[in-house]
């Protein structure tokens, strides 16, 4: 069966930095665009990031462009979210996500399949 697995999660200062990955497995990674969304406590799923197929086009959510880099390694089935310049309010459980249909990448029940989330914490 499909498998995503987060990793990279932890405490950092504002300013500060992480990458999280995401390993895939039990599916062609390559044939499937994927997403990065966050959740904090009380508040909805949200939209963080996009990479097609082959990772050559992307799109981010307007609170973190210019900050976050998606990126994918189709030969080792790992995305990425390179994070920089993090702020208190990026603080959430972050997921990965693929196998997207549809036409709202957005949109989370447009996703198939999901990562158990690695908990990002930014202290002031």
């Known amino acids: 069966q499909v498998q995503l697995v987060e990793s990279g999660g932890g405490l950092v200062q504002a300013g500060g930095s992480l990458r999280l990955s995401c390993a895939a497995s039990g599916l062609t990674f390559s044939t499937y665009s994927m997403g990065w969304f966050r959740q904090a406590p009380g508040k909805e799923r949200e939209f963080v990031a996009f990479?097609?197929?082959?990772?050559?086009?992307?799109n981010y959510a307007d609170s973190v462009k210019g900050r976050f880099t998606i990126s994918r390694d189709n030969a080792k089935n790992t995305a990425y979210l390179q994070m920089n310049s993090l702020k208190p309010e990026d603080t959430a459980v972050y997921y990965c996500?693929?196998?997207?249909?549809?036409?709202?990448?957005?949109?989370?029940?447009?996703?198939?399949?999901w990562g158990q989330g690695t908990q990002v914490t930014v202290s002031s």
């Open positions: 996500a693929t196998r997207w249909s549809g036409s709202n990448i957005n949109n989370p029940k447009n996703y198939a399949d």
């Open positions: 990479a097609t197929r082959s990772g050559s086009s992307t």
